[in-house]
């Protein structure tokens, strides 16, 4: 039994007490309204069979129908204050229980995919270090392959720093130690060492402005880059160009990378952020991922007193724009 099938049970159970309550209210206001009704008429028989004047009789009865009336407010004022928090409650309810059933198809889908995403790289590395156990390899045919070894290694790295990272953020035992630097050449930097290992069959074209200085976190911020050219050389086609770009304008300084990708829906461009969550269905998707590396850049980049962003490129594609405080 799946945690779906498990939300989903006791959601019916649920849904069924609500009707029963809602039946039962419907049963007690009738007979309220109609016990009011016969206490009404007694009492006006009871005022007719008094020796009292025909004035007498009517001044009690415009009061008795006067309580009559203050009695039908008062049963549906109740009535409609009850059925607001009864709404307000299975709302609330509804609003957790969809919560629940959401996080359970993420962490359903990040289970199949970071099963997919270790054992892959685990298993081309083996298979490459078998062959050069195995086989009398040119120079050439070793280098080739001992490289794709360290590719497919860093690839897997990088995997583990992102799991662990979100662990730490999780659990609230992330610490940041920034130094003021050369942001200009340090991104020039980590962006090289990202195209040498993973090997990109995109483009990297720079606009980097020289001198721009910050205050950044050494051991995190790579995962900015890092994951963001990831995910615009995942989702843009072969050869494409991806755009880096950095500047500094009115004490802002505005990192961005643009691809040429499929885009991004205005109803995902806050949800990408979530932790595991990934457009479209795990076991059909194409491209490789986790959920975990959009959802680490967001609060590396708030950690920094930063915003992200996403706009759409043109033609086509995808800009995350980042924005922090040259102060």
């Given at each position: 039994?799946?945690?779906?099938?498990?939300?989903?049970?006791?959601?019916?159970?649920?849904?069924?007490?609500?009707?029963?309550?809602?039946?039962?209210?419907?049963?007690?206001?009738?007979?309220?309204?109609?016990?009011?009704?016969?206490?009404?008429l007694?009492?006006?028989?009871?005022?007719?069979?008094?020796?009292?004047?025909?004035?007498?009789?009517?001044?009690?009865?415009?009061?008795?129908?006067?309580?009559?009336?203050?009695?039908?407010?008062?049963?549906?004022?109740?009535?409609?204050?009850f059925?607001?928090?009864?709404?307000?409650?299975?709302?609330?309810?509804?609003?957790?229980?969809?919560?629940?059933?959401?996080?359970?198809?993420q962490?359903?889908?990040?289970?199949?995919?970071?099963?997919?995403?270790?054992?892959?790289?685990?298993?081309?590395?083996?298979l490459?270090?078998?062959?050069?156990?195995?086989?009398?390899?040119?120079?050439?045919?070793?280098?080739?392959?001992?490289?794709?070894?360290?590719?497919?290694?860093?690839?897997?790295?990088?995997?583990?720093?992102?799991?662990?990272?979100?662990?730490?953020?999780?659990?609230?035992?992330?610490?940041?130690?920034?130094?003021?630097?050369?942001?200009?050449?340090?991104?020039?930097?980590?962006?090289?060492?990202?195209?040498?290992?993973?090997?990109?069959?995109?483009?990297?074209?720079?606009?980097?402005?020289?001198?721009?200085?910050?205050s950044?976190?050494?051991?995190?911020?790579?995962?900015?880059?890092?994951?963001?050219?990831?995910?615009?050389?995942?989702?843009?086609?072969?050869?494409?160009?991806?755009?880096?770009?950095?500047k500094?304008?009115?004490?802002?300084?505005m990192?961005?990378?643009?691809?040429?990708?499929?885009?991004?829906?205005?109803?995902?461009?806050?949800?990408?952020?979530?932790?595991?969550?990934?457009?479209?269905?795990?076991?059909t998707?194409?491209?490789?991922?986790?959920?975990?590396?959009?959802?680490?850049?967001?609060?590396?980049?708030?950690?920094?007193?930063?915003?992200?962003?996403?706009?759409?490129?043109?033609?086509?594609?995808?800009v995350?724009?980042?924005?922090?405080?040259?102060?």
């Amino acid at each position: 039994m799946n945690r779906t099938t498990k939300i989903a049970r006791p959601l019916f159970s649920f849904y069924l007490l609500v009707a029963y309550v809602l039946l039962q209210f419907v049963w007690w206001s009738y007979h309220m309204v109609k016990l009011n009704n016969e206490i009404y008429l007694l009492k006006s028989e009871i005022n007719l069979l008094k020796e009292e004047t025909a004035d007498q009789v009517i001044l009690k009865g415009n009061k008795l129908n006067e309580k009559l009336h203050k009695r039908w407010l008062m049963i549906s004022s109740e009535g409609v204050v009850f059925i607001g928090v009864l709404f307000l409650g299975i709302f609330q309810i509804r609003k957790t229980f969809k919560r629940e059933e959401d996080l359970s198809k993420q962490q359903r889908n990040f289970l199949l995919s970071i099963t997919h995403e270790l054992k892959s790289p685990i298993a081309s590395t083996k298979l490459q270090l078998q062959t050069l156990q195995k086989h009398e390899l040119s120079r050439e045919k070793q280098k080739e392959i001992l490289s794709n070894a360290i590719h497919d290694t860093d690839r897997l790295n990088n995997l583990v720093e992102n799991i662990l990272l979100a662990a730490k953020i999780e659990n609230k035992v992330y610490l940041s130690h920034k130094e003021k630097i050369n942001f200009s050449e340090y991104i020039n930097d980590i962006t090289n060492q990202s195209i040498a290992s993973f090997n990109y069959s995109q483009k990297v074209v720079f606009e980097i402005e020289p001198f721009v200085n910050m205050s950044v976190d050494l051991t995190t911020f790579p995962s900015i880059i890092l994951n963001l050219l990831e995910n615009a050389a995942k989702y843009s086609p072969q050869n494409a160009i991806i755009v880096l770009s950095l500047k500094q304008k009115n004490n802002k300084i505005m990192l961005s990378i643009a691809d040429e990708g499929e885009g991004i829906s205005d109803d995902e461009k806050l949800n990408v952020f979530q932790k595991f969550y990934r457009v479209g269905n795990e076991e059909t998707r194409k491209t490789k991922g986790t959920g975990l590396g959009l959802y680490i850049v967001n609060y590396i980049v708030k950690q920094h007193n930063g915003i992200i962003t996403i706009k759409n490129n043109v033609p086509r594609g995808s800009v995350f724009e980042v924005v922090f405080d040259a102060g």
